[in-house]
């Protein structure tokens, strides 16, 4: 079964630290991956996505993911957070092609 | 930068109502869905719009639920008798043949 797993629920991080957010999926089929942010009572922004070519992809707000194909994962990084970083952050999949399947999300809550 | 735009932003219905509600799509774009996220849970997909007629549609899309686009511009979602567990917030969102979706800020549905 295809499925999106996001490991953490919530990460506390204080601020200028780095932080990333896991997230695995589980499929046999070709897949494109994106990572969305959500903060309070907003919409879904994009913040970057892979669809072919370079494994690192760079978003915006400094924020990165790697593909890494043999472990089915697409993990979001970004080297120092901010304040403004805390939201929820969802991981994406499209399974060939189909419409996107949303992980359960990840709360990053950036202290002082 | 173009925006996807949903009407009414809060909606509030007593159970077994019916609700429509609305979504503008970016103008140029092809492919149009419904999401919703209820309180504190993932988003889910609904249904997935092109060409004039649906292209892939969830479990959760039953007979209760109908979409249309009526015009050029319009993209709307039906509930035909609403139930307490359609309480969520729904997202339209719409993208070109490349994979970039643009979601709108959300229809807070409310069924009492």
């Keep these: ?112 | 930068e173009p925006e996807v735009t949903q009407t009414p932003s809060h909606q509030v219905t007593q159970m077994g109502q019916e609700v429509i509600l609305r979504c503008v799509p970016i103008s140029n774009h092809l492919y149009f869905y419904w999401y919703r996220q209820i309180l504190g849970q993932k988003v889910e997909f609904l249904v997935s719009f092109y060409n004039n007629e649906i292209s892939e549609k969830s479990e959760i899309f039953d007979d209760q639920f109908s979409v249309e686009r009526p015009d050029g511009s319009n993209f709307t979602l039906k509930i035909r008798s609403t139930k307490l567990e359609d309480s969520a917030m729904y997202f339209c969102a719409s993208r070109q043949e490349a994979w970039s979706y643009t979601f709108g800020s959300g229809t807070r549905l409310t069924v009492v």
Aim: proline share 4%; glycine share 6%.
């Design chain 1, 1 to 112: 079964a295809q499925s999106v797993t996001q490991l953490d629920s919530q990460v506390p991080v204080f601020e200028e630290a780095p932080v990333e957010l896991r997230c695995n999926y589980s499929s046999s089929v070709s897949v494109y991956l994106f990572w969305y942010v959500q903060y309070p009572n907003q919409g879904l922004q994009l913040l970057l996505k892979y669809l072919s070519g370079s494994t690192l992809v760079k978003g915006i707000n400094g924020f990165e993911a790697e593909f890494n194909k043999s472990q089915t994962s697409f993990h979001l990084r970004k080297p120092s957070v901010h304040i403004s970083d805390t939201a929820e952050y969802f991981c994406a999949v499209s399974f060939s092609r189909r419409a996107l399947t949303f992980g359960s999300g990840t709360r990053l809550q950036v202290q002082p």
